[in-house]
């Protein structure tokens, strides 16, 4: 289940429950019809906050879902629905015309964790939670979006190792020191605060969310390819 409430600039959005907030095609859904919400409701100053109750961030795909189908064949059509539904997830954060902050207060795990990165800004608690690609640990490839994110967001090659091909379970700290998030915090109130406090200074430039989100694409262009993402020239003069 997730939730959005408006305060004041700042749209935030919840994952709500004390769940894993696994993704499947219902949550999906409504994450995606939110976001759309956001886009629509978007004004000069707004910024977006995306936050979870309880132990997760989110723990990724609903693999339980995935499995219901009954057999292998079927359970492997659902993961790749799941995959071809969340895309435009990220297509629409990447292309949000309003800076993004994921507030981090528990695990963020494979598609749990590329939600978060697909934030531009990412505050992580650093007693609680990790930050953990498990698909080499069940035996899961990583789809052309999911490579592309990890690829032009974490510049640091040996990061991307541990994160993708050694199952790394990231902790705060670690995150914070290796630039994976902006700052980590310990705990669950202190994330939430310094994310509030980050995405109000952001909004108080009163960006163009037009032009911040072209710019925003044009620093991942093989990202925003994948994604479908076309990119536009804005000559805005300021008045
Ligand atoms: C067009 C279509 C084409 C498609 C083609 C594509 C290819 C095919 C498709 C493949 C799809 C690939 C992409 C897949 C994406 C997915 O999302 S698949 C689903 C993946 N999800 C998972 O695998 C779940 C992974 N999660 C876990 O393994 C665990 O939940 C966890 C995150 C590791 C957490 O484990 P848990 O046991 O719940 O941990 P805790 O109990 O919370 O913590 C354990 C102890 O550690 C302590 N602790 C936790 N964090 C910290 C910390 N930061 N600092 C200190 N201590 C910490 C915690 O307190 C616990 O301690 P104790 O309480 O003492 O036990």
Redesign the pocket.
């Known amino acids: 289940m997730c939730t959005l409430e408006k305060r004041g600039n700042l749209f935030i959005l919840t994952f709500t429950g004390e769940d ?1 907030h ?2 499947n095609p219902n949550l999906i859904g409504s994450l995606l019809s939110l976001l759309s919400q956001v886009k629509a409701e978007a004004t000069r100053g707004s910024a977006l906050i995306t936050q979870a109750q309880g ?2 961030f989110s ?5 339980d879902w995935a499995q219901a189908a009954g057999s292998e064949q079927g359970a ?1 059509e659902r ?6 539904l969340f ?1 435009p997830v990220t297509a629409a954060l990447l292309s949000l015309p309003m800076p993004t902050v994921a507030a981090i207060t ?2 963020a ?4 964790f ?1 939600l978060a990165l697909s934030h531009d800004y990412l505050i992580m ?6 930050l ?1 690609m ?2 080499v ?2 035996a ?5 979006y ?1 490579n592309a994110l990890f690829r032009e967001k974490i510049g640091d090659a040996s990061v991307r190792r541990d994160l993708l091909l050694r199952g790394l ?1 990231m ?3 670690e995150a914070e020191k290796r630039g994976v998030v902006e700052a980590a915090y310990d705990g669950e109130a202190e994330v939430r605060e310094a994310s509030v406090r980050l995405a109000e200074n952001l909004g108080k430039r009163k960006w163009n969310g037009e032009v911040y989100a072209e710019i925003r694409k044009g620093l991942y262009p093989q990202l925003s390819a994948i994604l479908g993402l076309t990119h536009k020239a804005y000559t805005i003069a300021r008045l």
């Open positions: 894993q696994r993704f132990k997760f723990n990724g795909f609903d693999l492997a993961l790749h629905h799941m995959v071809a895309k528990g695990h795990a494979a598609a749990g590329l608690r650093k007693d609680r939670g990790v953990y498990s698909e640990d069940i899961l490839t990583i789809p052309d999911f379970k902790k705060g700290d």
